[in-house]
Structures are given as C-alpha cells and as structure tokens.
C-alpha cells in the first residue's frame, strides 16, 4: 500500500503533471475572478450603460479579476495536506519576505522597465505624451496590478516553483522549470514573436532567483508589479502585447517603430534590448547570489 501511494506521489509531482495542475489552477482563478466581478458589473451596467465606457472602471476590471487565482490557489494549497507548507513562502517566515525587500523590488522593476522605456524614447522609436493623473485612481490601479502580478508569482514562483523544488534535487529544474511554463503562458498574446517569448522566459528566471538567493517571494511580487505598471500605466505602452485603456501618459501608436529597443505589437518586451537587460540583470543576481545570498527557507524540511 505504502509503495503504490509513493509511486502515486511521484507520478502527480512529475513536470507535465504540475504544469497541467498549475494551467487548471490559473483558468479556474481567472473563471472565478470574470464570474464573480461580473455579477455587480453586470448589475451597474444595467443601470447606467455609460460605466463601462470609463477607462479607469475597465483598466480595473482587467487587472482585479486575479484575484480569482488568488482564491483558488490559496484555496488548494490549504485544502491538500501535502501542499500547506507553500503558504510559509507567501508569509512571513522567510528571511527575504519583508518590507525592505519589497520596496527594493518596486525601484529594481520601475528601473528596469524604465530603462527600456527611455532608450526607445530616446531612439525615436515611440512618442509620449502626457494625459493626466488622478491621484486616486492612479493608487487604485496600482493596486489592481498588485493584485494581478502577484497572482501569477503565487503560481509560478509560489506553487510551482516550491513543488519543483520538492520533486527535483537539482534547484535548475524549479528555476528553469516554472520560468518556461510563465513564458509557455503568453504565447497567445498578441504580436508574441520568438524574442518576447525569450523575454517572458529570462523575466521568469529573474524572479526565480529572487526567491533561490533573496528567499523572498515578495521581491518577485514587487519587480511583476513594477514592471506592468511603468510600462502599462505610467506610460501606456503595450504590456506583453496588451492594451489598457487609463495610462498617465499615451502612446502616439501611429508614429511608433519597431527597432532594437520596441516592437510595436508586444511593446518593449519584444526586443533585443530588453532581452540584454534582463540577461545582465540575471547575470548580476547570479553572481551576487552565489557570494551574498541568503539560503532559501526549505518549506518542506519538516513533512
């Protein structure tokens, strides 16, 4: 008995299984998020059709939506023995998850993405102007990024990452192994080419040594969060080749130029430049993580 429910553990700990787990868990999350928030949208709508022309309702409504696989990860974690100890990573217990790490990780990913920004400014590739800002809205949907962001780093770098870690001695299977699936995830959007999708894999493995050599999940939180929001809210650049509809500043789209630094159907994210950026920036927390790191909380030290 106690062999075939080893043999059974193995099986379901397996890469393509917890991919396919970690898919099923994202398309439940995002089901849940569209048909609850649906209700009350659904309700206002009726009552004032107008609402939904608002471009900061509807910036909204794309981001908060997440919090639907926020709810069910949280809900499958807890509900199976075997995977409780991954809520220690989201908490506190680990030496990285704190608020130094998480403010660090707002500048690094504001940094990065702004430095791609400025060069494909800077090389005429796209044209910026400013709209406006609203303080509150704009705290609002930074929020709402929060919440978005965070929901695929529960997934990728919480729950798969940690079942990763768990299943294979070797930590390059988790770090590698989550950062493909995260890229395997964007290949439906839209203008997605060969680069981005490096892109979206080198992003992964950024965030994946955070969580190996900071043990802070929260870092990875705040890097995602920033990195959207700079590109999609502060500067109305396409973000991962999606559109929102409130940005600080807009994008003269008509004028805009594919080049080293842009691509103009997936954004930055789709170019040579920011695939060397994130490259380096891997490199660099590589190197820093092998001489100054911290050693990473083992969640299952005691099951």
Known sequence: MEKKKLLKNKIVDTLPVLYLETV???????FLGNFVLGIPVGIAYARNPE?????????????????GIW???????????????????VGTKPQG???????????LGFALNGFCILIAWLHHDIVLTYDAIHPLWFV??????FIQSSAEELLCRGFLYQKLRRS?????????GNALLFALLHLANDGVTVLSVLNIFLVGILFSLMVYYMDSLWCAFAVHTAWNFTQNIL???????????????????????????????FGIEGTVFADIVLLAACVLLYLWGRKHGKKSMDVWAET
């Open 168 to 176: 294979y001695k070797n930590p390059v299977v988790a770090i590698v």
């Open 24 to 30: 099923i868990l994202m398309v439940l999350g995002q």
């Open 71 to 89: 709810a069910v990860a949280l809900f499958w974690i807890g509900i199976r023995k075997r995977n409780r100890p991954i809520l220690q990573a």
């Open 51 to 67: 609402i939904l022309n608002s471009a900061f309702l509807n910036t909204t409504l794309m981001y908060v939506i997440f919090w």
């Open 140 to 145: 609002v949907v930074f929020l709402t990024v």
């Open 235 to 265: 500067f109305g650049l396409p973000n991962s080749g999606i559109n929102v509809p409130y940005s600080v500043f807009k994008l003269n789209a008509a004028t805009a130029r594919d080049s080293f630094a842009y691509n103009v159907g």
């Open 97 to 107: 998850n704190n608020w130094k790490y998480l403010l660090f990780g707002l500048v």
